[in-house]
């Protein structure tokens, strides 16, 4: 079976009409994964008797007749910061090295519960805090398109895996650009949908209210099959929003005709590399060829969205990772004495450098006397970059931009720079700030044939119109 | 320099962490360099902007509202079965570094 071009219809038609089995499809994707895996590095655990369960039972119900769920017997990967019960789940930490957590997350079990088979958990870096996917603390994921590069991060197992075929589509997280910006470098679809679209439960917090969870996919009606999945209200996270979900697959063929598309210019100053310009130039003619209206919008506070991201995600992360004191579970350090000792080498070993960097500049950025000038002055910010969208979006129906300024960089060129690393995620963090849904599809390559991501953003819970333009874009 | 090496081992206290002399000199200079390009949100004015904390108040929850009575849908009753059952113990317990049958064990907690 050719698993290039295998989408979830296929996978799913294939195993309904018996063509093939989930056992197959399974089985052919684990081969697939011994073979290329090793050099890419984008699986951290394999969940194969789970998976192999799982098929069988997709098996059963096609060979009975009965019709599949949506997503019966297709293969999928999940970001290793979503809790999978009875299987490793690491955040790419070594504090969580041994954790084996007791239940599972509710996109997991959704997923699930849609027929998906679950090959394993997807690398990506510690705490999901990177750009690059090398803050992993088990080893790098390698840009698929070109080993030398990074796949972008910090869900790179999951956008490395989707397009080097060893899953049909996976789940990542986003809290300032980690599922977009990693679809963007390796030439994938990623959509992060509205802040409380789906649920966080069972996701490993890093930023409580940057969090979200979304898929990486070969397509965007693949992505838009898994938010339906996903999405609605879910009474075991009180930020999930009571809000009905509309059927995102019936929606993708409307026309964009006549739909009203922003271009704002503070997403292409400074920084941005020529050829990704050209790329996302040239893309917005083609919507326009489409029959979209093109609209010059102001986005004035974008270059305030960097330093507001980094205080924010940073003291909530500082918060969040409070609970890894090698207590009830994560790592504790040997031959301790006392209980601060036990805490502080604990943590000492068990954390990488960046998660040890946020953790300091998020406890400075809380601590007495520091307060109000920063963590309090990022909240008032980010008033003003949320109502920047509010204002834009009066006018226009969704925006579009570059997903990342660059294409994928080099492995080891910014690790020994944090501020550049962050600058990585400049058109991305916005998004999560505003808690507005983004999606980034490919807009072509560069010379060197990386890919380059083109990002539609939408108003609050309409991921519909997002996921109509990138389709239209897409099947152009 | 915003930060000194007394804020680095201040801030190292305050977050649990202790942080070899290598690390503490790296930290030092990666929170100023971060901090410097921070300082340009004072280019903004924003003594009259509500800061924001969240965005979930405004999609899904009872406008005509204020405060938590927003929120209503979000709360639930106490339900000790049905929704999520309480772990039992031994579930509990498995993944902690050390521990009995019933309770976690830490080093003793009298001296700081």
Known sequence: ?476 | MKVTDKDVAYVAELANLELTEEERAGMLRDLNSILEYIDRLNELDTSDVPPMAQVSDRYGVDVSKQGSARFAYASREDILEGLRKSLPHEEALANAPDADEDFFRVPKVIER
Do not use: W
Not at chain 1, 76 to 83: A, E, L, R
Not at chain 1, 231 to 259: E, F, H, K, Q
Not at chain 1, 464 to 470: H, N, Q
């Open chain 1, 1 to 476: 079976m050719d698993l290039k071009s295998l989408t979830i219809d296929a996978a799913r038609t294939a195993v309904q009409e018996r063509k093939t089995t989930a056992l197959a499809l399974a089985e052919a994707h684990f081969a697939r994964i011994k073979r290329e895996d090793g050099q890419i590095g984008a699986f951290l655990t394999l969940s194969k008797e789970r998976a192999l369960e799982q098929a069988d039972r997709i098996d059963r119900m096609a060979a009975e007749g009965k019709t599949l769920p949506p997503l019966g017997g297709v293969p999928v990967g999940i970001k290793d910061v979503m809790s999978t019960r009875g299987v490793r789940t690491t955040a790419g930490s070594k504090i969580l090295e041994n954790y084996i957590p007791p239940y599972d997350c509710t996109a997991v079990a959704r997923m699930e519960a849609a027929g998906a088979v679950v090959l394993g958990k997807m690398n990506c870096d510690e705490f999901a805090m990177g750009s690059s996917n090398e803050n992993s603390a088990y080893h790098p994921v390698r840009n698929p398109r070109d080993l030398s590069r990074v796949p972008g991060g910090s869900s790179g197992g999951s956008a490395a895996a989707v397009a080097a075929d060893m899953a049909v589509v996976t789940l990542g997280s986003d809290t300032g650009g980690s599922i977009r910006q990693p679809a963007s470098f390796c030439g994938v679809v990623g959509l992060m949908s509205t802040y409380g679209r789906v649920s966080r439960y069972g996701l490993i917090a890093f930023a409580s209210s940057l969090d979200h969870i979304g898929p990486l996919a070969k397509t965007v009606k693949d992505a838009a099959i898994v938010l339906r999945t996903i999405a609605g209200r879910d009474p075991m996270d009180s930020t999930s929003a009571d809000v009905p979900v509309p059927d995102y697959v019936a929606a993708l063929d409307r026309p964009v005709r006549g739909m009203k598309l922003g271009v704002a210019k503070e997403y292409f100053g400074e920084g941005l590399d020529d050829e990704v310009t050209l790329a996302v130039e040239t893309a917005i003619d083609k919507l326009k060829g489409l029959g979209c209206e093109i609209v010059p919008v102001s986005l004035p506070h974008t270059p305030y969205a960097i330093p507001t991201y980094y205080l924010i995600a940073t003291a909530e992360a500082s918060s969040n990772l409070a609970r890894y004191d090698g207590v009830r579970y994560s790592r504790r350090a040997r031959g301790v004495k006392t209980l601060s000792e036990m805490y502080r080498r604990s943590r000492d070993e068990g954390f990488g450098a960046e998660v040890k960097r946020r953790i300091m500049l998020g406890t400075y950025a809380l601590s007495a006397g520091y307060y109000d000038a920063y963590y309090l002055k990022a909240q008032k910010v980010r008033t003003l970059l949320t109502q920047d969208f509010d204002e834009a979006f009066r006018k226009v129906d969704a925006i579009v931009t570059p997903t990342s300024p660059t294409a994928a960089f080099r492995l080891g060129e910014k690790s020994n720079d944090p501020l550049a690393m962050y600058l990585a995620d400049i058109y991305t963090v916005t998004a999560d700030l505003a808690g507005i849904p983004g999606i980034s599809v490919p807009c072509g390559e560069t010379k060197e044939k990386l890919p380059i991501g083109l990002q539609i953003l939408g108003k609050h819970f309409d991921e519909a119109t997002i996921l109509r333009v990138a389709h239209a874009y897409e099947q152009a």
